[in-house]
Each structure stands twice: as structure tokens, then as C-alpha cells.
């Protein structure tokens, strides 16, 4: 693949090797990225990562972002924040699948917010969205949430912009031109057939 931004001559290996190399138990936790439209393989991609963590021994938690925040809020009404933020600190690594979807209300927003706060600098976190930093005041809503937000996660961030085009959209694409191409008929194929059929003798030559 292409360098995923411009001037800076990494290309998306590179990326994925330093994020293993932020990722070593004696590194400094870090927040690592994926950006990128949907159908680009970004919850592919950090899916892979977590893998990796796997097999070498490290725990590991991926989930859908809006089924973190409900369990989040539910333990808030609950008075078990703590208890839940807790529980996910046994996770070395913890996956936040498409951010950029839930379009959070303010105490979902602040559980969400909590979350990134109790993480930074002791926890990684990893996390797809469809988002770029410039854009989170839609999930955040208040300005100065978003700037904090934004300002914990960055700092020892590893960033992988996916500016490709969708796979879904290019494999249901092929598929129909595949589809078209069967179900029209050669012309040459039919030229043929036509004056094989045409002869006298009775023969017929295959097309």
C-alpha cells in the first residue's frame, strides 16, 4: 500500500510495526488508530492487532463502541462505574469498534470520556472510526470535552489513515460485472451459431 500521509515515507507496515513496538510490555500505553471510510478493513486491521496481542499472552477485549457505553451507562445508574472500569483494567489492550456511529447524549458522552481518562498513559486502547479528529464534536458535542478527549488519545498515538476505496464496494461490483458479462451473450459466439446453423450439408460447428 501507498503511504498513508504524505511526507513522512511510512507506508502502512511501518505503522503496524510501531504499534507493536508501542505496544511491548515495558512501553508506555498508547491509543492507536484506524481512520478510514466503511468497507476499508479497518476493524479488520486492528482485529489482527489484537490477535497478535493474543498469542503472546496479553488480554485483550474488542467491542462494538455503543455496547461499551450502554454497559458503561447501566453501571453509572447502577452507582458499579468504578467497579466496571475496574473490570476492564485487567485488559491490556481494549478495542473500540466504529466511534465515529454512536452519536452519544451527554452522560453517554461523559461515561465514554471516563473511559478514555481512566485509560491514558496505564491501558491501550485501539480504535476505528470513520471520524477524523477534526469531526469529534459530533460525538462529543461540547467543545471543550472534545479537546480534551482528543488531547489524551493523541499523545502516544499511532495513526492509520485508510484513504482507499471500500471493499464491499468493490467485490459487490465485480460480482455484477461478473453477473452481466454471463448473462450476455458473445456476439462473435452468436455470428457464429448463425451461419453454422445456415449450413447445408447439416453440420454444426461448435462456437
Not at 489484537?50 to 450502554?70: I, K, N, S
Not at 452522560?107 to 498513559?121: D, G, K
Request: net charge positive.
Amino acid at each position: 500500500m501507498r503511504a498513508m500521509q504524505k511526507n513522512t515515507g511510512w507506508t502502512i507496515e511501518n505503522r503496524l510495526a510501531a504499534i507493536f513496538d508501542h505496544m511491548v510490555p515495558k512501553a508506555v500505553a498508547n491509543t492507536d488508530f484506524a481512520f478510514g471510510n466503511p468497507g476499508t478493513g479497518k476493524t479488520h486491521l486492528v482485529c489482527g492487532l489484537g490477535l497478535e496481542l493474543v498469542r503472546q499472552r496479553r488480554p485483550v477485549l474488542f467491542a462494538p463502541t455503543f455496547q461499551l457505553v450502554q454497559r458503561l451507562l447501566a453501571a453509572k445508574r447502577d452507582l458499579r462505574l468504578a467497579a466496571e472500569l475496574k473490570r476492564l483494567d485487567r485488559f491490556d489492550a481494549l478495542i473500540l469498534d466504529d466511534l465515529g456511529y454512536v452519536q452519544q447524549d451527554r452522560e453517554e458522552m461523559e461515561v465514554l470520556f471516563t473511559l478514555l481518562a481512566e485509560r491514558y498513559e496505564r491501558r491501550s486502547v485501539l480504535i476505528t472510526s470513520n471520524l477524523v479528529f477534526s469531526q469529534w464534536d459530533q460525538i462529543f458535542k461540547d467543545p471543550m470535552t472534545t479537546a480534551a478527549a482528543v488531547d489524551r488519545v493523541v499523545h502516544h498515538a499511532v495513526i492509520l489513515e485508510l484513504p482507499i476505496p471500500s471493499y464491499r464496494a468493490q467485490a459487490a461490483k465485480a460480482r455484477s460485472q461478473a453477473s452481466s458479462g454471463a448473462a450476455t451473450p458473445d456476439r462473435k459466439s452468436m455470428g457464429d451459431t448463425t451461419v453454422n446453423d445456415e449450413r447445408t450439408d447439416g453440420a454444426r460447428t461448435a462456437p
